[in-house]
């Protein structure tokens, strides 16, 4: 099968393909608008795809031929019933709150081999979503949006409200399923979403007082290992964390005294439980490239206890909008948007090797023009 | 009944969508229900699920812009002519 790179952008969803070692541009869709999230689902060969319009919301869309043609579905509401929770006001008690709106879709994941309809959807502020008709129709998930604590622990973080961005179905039991919400925490049900526990012990934020409260964690981004769904990783927004126990606990493999700490992506070996990269920025307080450069780094330890020193790579090529790609999946995918303006897309093995996928994004003719 | 003009940027989203629509309609509310039900789906570009317009869509009707941008309850006469655009946003 020809590999497929699905490349989501805030000016369109870019698809390239790779036959032999050379990868080449197929298509753009959604020209000009920007794509939040674009995933397929292997299970059925449908694309999907969410524009976060300026203006007119935030729309879903999806493919059976693989970007040429779309048809836009509804995309998920809250029911009449649902607050969601903006600020406190002086002398209040408790937060204000106001009826939920969709206000992005962070995520679109396809649900386990055993539900070939089931689709989830993790948005902003904090609501998932579920079809089971392969998107005609989708529901709020009710028992994670209903847990009492989202009122005092589940806020923005680098936005205004908090959003589910990682959702993670157990290849073994289509029923557990773990997720990531952004400010919330790690979040685990048993039993296909009807009731869910917070799964954050280990994790440390140092913007709590308490900074090993059982909520209010900052997961970015989430990952199950494809070969040892026991093992997540997260890149969350104080350290790198491993679990090997199915988020039962947590452990800090943060690099000390090196950039592996703050940032969004991380990937995982499709075979080896003890791999995985992530893109680091320096520190939340600055958000700003390593040394000037996209840095990639993997786990130093490929058996025993992983933990992530060493192997950077740094691609001076790459500009500062490429550190919050995410690279995912078991081949390679550049992934979640933003990247306005891209310099260069590179591909990987295993991070040993790098190689420039495409040149056409570096515009060197110059052109003169009169003044 | 009312006429209603539109920013050309939702042709792109509604290629059949005509420049110049009559529709019934006696609140700004009821015209965008009515032009959601001649272009299906067209409704939600314009109000989130509450029935809001969105933060950075404007109607005019005629020379006024809409007051009540959470209801859309202004009052729409049969000779009003609703102009339904894009905010000037970030300049």
Known sequence: MTDVMILGTRKGLLIFERDDLAWRFRSESFKAQPVSHATLDSRTGTLWAAIDHGHWGNKLHRSNDLGVTWAEVAAPTFPESAIMFTGFSEGDEQRASKPAVVSYIWLIQPGGLDQPNRIYIGTEPGGLFQSDDNGETFHLVEGLWNRPEREKWWFGGGRDHPGVCSICVDPRDSRHVLIGISVGGVYETHDDGATWEAKNKGLFANYLPDGYAEFGHDPHFMAMSPSNPDVLWQQNHCGVFRSADSAQTWTDISQKGGPVYFGFPIALDAKDDQTAWVVPAIDAEYRVAVEQALCVCRTAARHGRPCARGCPRLMRSMSYSATRWTLTGGGWHLGRPPATCMCRTIGVIRGSAWVAISRRFIRSDLRRCKV | ?91
């Open chain 2, 1 to 91: 009944m009312p006429h209603v003009r539109f920013s050309s940027h939702l042709q792109k989203f509604f290629p059949t969508l005509q420049q110049n629509i009559v529709v019934e309609g006696k609140t700004a509310a009821e015209v965008v229900a009515a032009l959601n039900q001649r272009y299906p789906g067209l409704g939600a570009y314009l109000v989130d699920e509450r029935g809001a317009l969105r933060k950075h869509v404007n109607i005019f009707i005629g020379q006024d812009m809409l007051a009540d941008r959470k209801t859309l309850q202004d009052a729409v006469s049969d000779d009003h002519i609703l102009f339904i655009m894009q905010a000037l946003s970030g300049g």
